[in-house]
């Protein structure tokens, strides 16, 4: 059963939800033939639940939705993009322990916070 927070991201709603995105966003690029995708997807699934209200957490199949990875020249799935105003401010290709998963967002959120307090996007 699909997880309610985590965002299903398209080549039409990825704009909308990501690039214009007031927070965070973490976006898993991966197919459904890929093992490893398959493997990380509960621990991306938890990191939505998380993490909702400070981040955004979406998948994006990369079959269906071949634009957005070329867009980002994703060569190699599972890839992790965190994007916050509109540009990747950090990569992860391969799949991560959920701890540093979840180590990875906090660290962004905590530079989010300092850069809202500073009044910089």
């Known amino acids: 059963m699909a997880n309610p927070d985590t965002l299903i991201l398209t080549d039409r709603n ?5 690039l214009d995105s ?3 966003v ?3 690029f991966w197919a459904a033939w890929c093992g490893p995708c398959r493997a ?3 621990s991306i699934d938890r990191l939505a639940t998380a993490f909702r209200g400070r981040a955004k957490v979406g998948k994006l199949d990369i079959d269906a939705n071949p634009q957005m990875a070329r867009a980002f ?6 890839t992790l993009l965190l994007v916050r105003g509109g540009k990747v401010v950090d990569q992860v290709i391969g799949a ?3 701890a540093q998963l979840e180590a990875l967002l906090e660290r962004h959120l905590g530079a989010a ?3 809202a307090m500073e009044g910089r996007p």
């Open 22 to 24: 007031d927070v965070p």
């Open 113 to 115: 916070d300092r850069a």
């Open 40 to 42: 990380l997807a509960p």
């Open 26 to 28: 973490l976006v898993d």
């Open 14 to 18: 990825f704009a909308a939800e990501v």
């Open 73 to 78: 020249g994703i060569r190699s799935i599972p």
């Open 96 to 98: 991560l322990p959920p």
